[in-house]
């Protein structure tokens, strides 16, 4: 039997985003119906590395990061708990002159955002630090740090329920067609009249906006995460490495997370799991690392499905073809720090039609062919396998 | 023509044996990996280092049987590899990861054979962390591969089959064993009518143990509840309900088990399908007679698959392995595996009786109280798991673990998961079967964060 379901605003994809946004509409006062097609936060929100990071962010995220950076200490008020964020630094490492340069011209650029970076040369690193060998500097956030992501997405997702979102789990949306005064969806048992849709289905979006004509060059990409067995405390900050390889970060009951590489899709590609080749290579490289590593365990690997844009910034913002449509998806393997202010800018543009935050950069438009012409090979060439650390 | 690879077979317990027997048999030369240092998996373990008991003296009635695998799998020799001590820890893309020596190795293989074994299930009871409490596998391996018992007066409690064999097993070493704490009403072993034609000697000998325990003095409860371990630095006594009151009873160690639950992690990172067994009470790898799993090539033998015992165990295994070579267009005998899948269908039933005669008690799950220990190796209580599937309405095992880390630590779930299951399933009043499971990841177990690479691993290695 159909059940009908009236509503102002429907978010489709109960990850972070959705959650965030969810729970944001309903300080708002509007009625929101959350949907995901499994478990709110089961993909890439809940089963990332769990960098809360601005640091390494191309400077057109860095507005949208800084507002997210605000909302991170104030999760324990917002969600009811404070998802392990410890606000430790993050430091990213270089490897050789050429990346540290890099990093220096990073820190100039992103000077006027106030991300307060510092530079350390390679004395320093192992004083301040106890980084081993094979790194010649680093840059330094201090306000950076690292969360629990399987607590946060979920915790969101069950702060929207409370706040009187209804949240729908294991209920895919089959059907989505726009009417005269918004949207009707099909989704199991249920039909939802709406007159917003937001799109925030992570790896499964560019299926919904094409449905609307809006085709977008999403890619999933999977990461890959060891866990160590709990050691002694060693390493305070959450660290990353230029031009990519691994990143690490201990959690405070001494489990060590080191990422790095790509798992592979399943069969079925909703699920992947760690390749064997990228798990030992990611664990030789945390051995050289980091001394305590070379006589620790590693108990568990896990990875997770994620939607990747070719020029690795998120879609955020209106539909070009659909009024009342509302695309954020596409973080790129680094949306974990920015999803709360995503949440926030999204329920602006449901209330306002805009938001005080700069999202232009991040329009959907840019992949058109009638916008970019000659664009779309350029970008895709930079897909690459290059790696940032999330 | 390029020759093709062996075949692998995990594990060197009955079922495994008797695989690598009927390859080598047809003129194939398996890969034989197993965790143990010598064969015999847990039922015929063998002991570290020569203790001076024979045969008779560490498996009792079963003594010929281990003698007859042990002998039978020394006499393969290099017909086959045979790599002990090796931890399987994935599986990718045709090819096995084992780890020997702290070295970590790929194995292509053309056929594989998971024989994985079972391990003890149970659910948490208040004191089950103490020291001194044991599985009542566990007690078992203590006394017959290391000699010694888990205490000097012993108290067995719980379900399963085991829970007799181990108690007379003990009482035969010499062991003061004080009491058998049966979960099961006295009304459920009733059933055991239903198996006693298919099989009389193992029906007889089971209650023969009953009887010799009661007469030298054990006392042997049906239908005990509420069982709790008391004692400060370690066990020292058991505390139970039983005939409306409670007893208590004076004992330095214990050993507790509702019954066997199968490893399955292999078959999950094959891929293999799984499908809940209300038999078991637990999802398990879907196979056919033959023992062919739903991945082509994979196929699945012994309690690994199906709790069935070691018997069932030796037919499966040989069976799977006839199942290989007839994929792979060899001589097989088909003869033999008809019967060898009678004997199988014949064992199942009798299964049927026994479990239930000795039925899982999943309504204790309800009543684990909040401060007892779920998960030991992240130090959850089941406090905190109830807390977590409230707080975030979860009605599915994963997502407890996500939200709890239960099944996240070193042992993967594989002690916790069952029971944090019938945690969530009490709790969300759902069936055990409708909580999903926990999909396996690797490691299967842990390894060293500085393991090294064989040369040909580093050739696969982008990073060399």
Redesign the interface.
């Known amino acids: 039997m159909t059940r009908r379901i009236d509503c102002d605003v429907a978010i489709v994809g109960g990850g972070l985003v959705g959650s965030s946004a969810a729970l944001a509409l309903r300080g708002m006062g509007f009625s929101v119906t959350l949907l995901d097609k499994g478990?709110c936060?089961?993909q890439a929100s809940?089963v990332n590395y769990g960098g809360v990071r601005r640091q390494g962010r191309p400077p057109e995220q860095l507005p949208l990061s800084q507002r997210a950076h605000a909302i991170w200490p104030r999760l324990a008020q917002l969600i009811?708990i404070d998802g392990e964020f410890l606000r430790s630094g993050h430091l990213k490492l270089a490897r050789s002159p050429a990346d540290m340069a890099s990093l220096e011209r990073y820190a100039v650029e992103v000077a006027p955002f106030g991300l307060a970076l510092e530079l350390i040369g390679h004395n320093q690193l192992h004083e301040r630090f106890g980084i081993a060998g094979g790194v010649v500097g680093g840059s330094f956030c201090p306000g950076d740090g690292h969360a629990n992501p399987?607590?946060v997405a979920?915790?969101f997702a069950?702060a929207a329920?409370r706040a009187g979102a209804e949240v729908l789990e294991n209920t895919e949306v089959t059907g989505a067609t726009r009417t005269f005064e918004g949207f009707a969806l099909e989704a199991g048992d249920v039909a939802i009249r709406t007159r917003t849709v937001i799109n925030s289905a992570g790896a499964w979006a560019d299926g919904l906006a094409r449905a609307f004509d809006e085709p977008v060059p999403l890619e999933r990409t999977y990461p890959s995460m060891?866990?160590?067995?709990p050691l002694d405390l060693f390493l305070g900050v959450n660290i990353g490495i230029e031009g990519g390889g691994i990143y690490a970060r201990q959690v405070t009951r001494g489990n060590v997370v080191v990422g790095g590489e790509r798992a592979a899709p399943?069969?079925d590609p909703d699920y992947s799991?760690?390749?064997?080749?990228g798990?030992?290579?990611i664990?030789?490289?945390?051995?050289e690392l980091f001394g305590p590593?070379?006589?620790?365990?590693?108990?568990?690997?896990?990875s997770g499905t994620e939607a990747t844009m070719p020029d690795r910034n998120p879609v955020i913002g209106p539909s070009a073809t659909t009024p009342g449509l509302i695309h954020a998806f596409g973080f790129s393997g680094a949306g974990f720090q920015i999803a709360p202010g995503v949440g926030e800018v999204l329920a602006e543009l449901v209330r306002d039609g805009e938001t005080s935050t700069p999202i232009v950069p991040f329009a959907i438009t840019r992949f058109s062919p009638a916008s970019q012409p000659g664009d779309a090979s350029q970008a895709a060439m930079t897909t690459g396998s290059k790696e940032t650390s999330p | 023509m390029a020759e093709r690879a062996s075949p692998l077979i995990v594990g060197a317990g009955p079922a495994g044996i008797r695989a690598a027997m009927t390859l080598v048999a047809a003129g194939l030369r398996p890969i034989v990996v197993d965790e143990g240092h010598a064969c015999g998996g847990q039922i015929y373990r063998q002991p570290l280092s020569p203790d001076g008991r024979d045969a008779t003296a560490r498996y009792g009635s079963e003594a010929s049987k281990a003698a007859r695998l042990h002998h039978d799998f020394a006499a393969l020799g290099i017909a086959i590899d045979y790599q002990s001590n090796t931890l399987l820890w994935n599986l990718r893309d045709g090819a096995a990861d084992i780890l020997r020596r702290g070295i970590s190795r790929r194995v292509s293989y053309d056929g594989l054979i998971l024989a994985t074994g079972a391990t003890d299930r149970v659910l948490p009871i208040p004191g089950w962390t103490l020291p001194g409490v044991f599985t009542l596998g566990g007690a078992q391996i203590a006394l017959k591969a290391q000699g010694c018992a888990i205490g000097r007066r012993v108290v067995f409690a719980g379900s399963g089959p085991l829970l007799y064999l181990v108690a007379w097993q003990y009482m035969k070493a010499g062991v003061d064993v004080a009491a058998v704490l049966d979960a099961a009403p006295l009304s459920a072993k009733l059933n055991l009518l239903r198996a006693l034609p298919l099989a009389p000697g193992i029906v007889l000998r089971g209650l023969r143990m009953a009887v010799e325990l009661t007469l030298r003095g054990t006392r042997v409860r049906s239908g005990v509840s509420q069982l709790r371990i008391e004692g400060e630095s370690r066990v020292a006594r058991i505390v139970y309900r039983a005939g409306g009151r409670e007893h208590a009873i004076t004992c330095d160690g214990v050993g507790y088990g509702l019954g066997l639950r199968s490893e399955t992690q292999a078959a999950d990172l094959a891929g293999c399908a799984f499908r809940f067994d209300a038999r078991d009470g637990a999802h398990r790898p879907v196979r056919d007679a033959g023992g062919r799993s739903s991945i082509a090539g994979v196929y699945l033998a012994g309690d690994g698959a199906r709790i069935a015992g070691a018997d069932a165990a030796e037919a499966a295994g040989e069976r799977a392995a006839l199942a290989l070579l007839e994929d792979r267009g060899l001589p097989h005998d088909s003869m033999r595996a008809t019967a060898l899948e009678h004997a199988l269908a014949r064992i199942d039933r009798l299964r049927d009786g026994l479990e239930a005669a000795f039925p899982y008690p999943s309504h204790w799950a309800g009543d684990i109280a909040d401060d007892t220990l779920l998960c030991r190796c992240e130090e959850i209580d089941a406090g905190e798991a109830r807390r977590a599937i409230r707080d975030f309405s979860l009605t599915e095992i994963n997502r407890l673990k996500a939200v709890t880390r239960i099944g996240m630590g070193r042992c993967q779930g594989r002690m916790c998961g069952a029971a944090a299951a019938e945690l969530l399933a009490a709790q969300t009043r759902r069936d055990i079967g409708a909580v999903g499971r926990l999909r396996a990841q690797a490691p299967i177990k842990p390894i060293p964060v500085a393991v090294s690479l064989s040369l040909d691993e580093r050739q696969h290695d982008p990073a060399h």
């Open positions: 478990f936060g089961a809940g009811g399987r607590l979920t915790a069950a329920r060891i866990v160590t067995e399943l069969a799991r760690p390749r064997s080749d798990v030992l290579a664990m030789q490289r945390a051995s590593l070379r006589h620790a365990q590693a108990i568990r690997f896990w």
